[in-house]
Nanobody
Framework: QVQLVESGGGLVQAGGSLRVSCAASGGTLSHYIMAWFRQAPGKEREFVAAISWSGGRPYYADSVKGRFTISRDNAKNTMYLQMDSLKPEDTAVYYC?????????????????WGQGTQVTVSS
């Protein structure tokens, strides 16, 4: 089994930056796609970004392109999401997810392993 634990959430003013982390344990991620999803109150969970663990190829939702950067440190089995130019609409619980072959990568139902989530709040 793979266990995922998010950290780094908090309260930030609009225009500010925050970096959230996802630490993985319990298995290899060499063939995994790892992703960030988020869910705001009263809204459905939505795709944010994804990365292939071996090659590091990133994928982004249109709403965060140019503002968020996904990366991973394979030596630490840790994935990061650097969030810049934050907006109040970015406020949500951010979840880390992973699976071997999610198809498609932006579909949350295709991910087997999930973290508990970390709250990100952006004030205006």
């Amino acid at each position: 089994q793979v266990q995922l634990v998010e950290s780094g959430g908090g309260l930030v003013q609009a225009g500010g930056s925050l970096r959230v982390s996802c630490a993985a344990s319990g298995g290899t991620l060499s063939h995994y796609i790892m992703a960030w999803f988020r869910q705001a109150p009263g809204k459905e969970r939505e795709f944010v970004a994804a990365i292939s663990w071996s090659g590091g190829r990133p994928y982004y939702a249109d709403s965060v392109k140019g503002r968020f950067t996904i990366s991973r440190d394979n030596a630490k089995n840790t994935m990061y999401l650097q969030m810049d130019s934050l907006k109040p609409e970015d406020t949500a619980v951010y979840y880390c997810a992973g699976d071997i072959q999610p198809d498609p990568y932006y579909n949350d139902n295709d991910y087997k392993y999930w973290g508990q989530g970390t709250q990100v709040t952006v004030s205006s």
